[in-house]
């Protein structure tokens, strides 16, 4: 990855318990930059799937990111687990 300006800023800023609202042109590399610094694949959903799990340790491993987090809106139907609820991120 192309390391940019804005990336030894958002490093920095990473010891800040603060919301960073990064914003930019379309496809410029934004996501990527994020998950780079925090070496972690992150993906968001109104309601969490296994699958939705699946596909996401999938793109983790393909990105060579050491883990993965499910992040929902509501929990699902049947049990499954595998998610952090929205209302804990913090």
Request: proline content about 6%.
């Amino acid at each position: 990855m192309y390391k940019r300006v804005l990336y030894k800023a958002l490093e920095d800023h990473l010891d800040r318990k603060l919301i960073t609202v990064v914003t930019g042109m379309r496809r410029v590399g934004k996501t990527t930059a994020v998950k780079y610094l925090l070496e972690k694949a992150f993906e968001v959903k109104e309601t969490p799937t296994p699958y939705d799990y699946q596909t996401l340790e999938k793109r983790a491993r393909q990105l060579e990111l050491p883990d993965c987090a499910l992040i929902g809106r509501y929990p699902p139907q049947g049990g499954f687990t595998d998610f952090i609820w929205g209302g804990v991120v913090g």
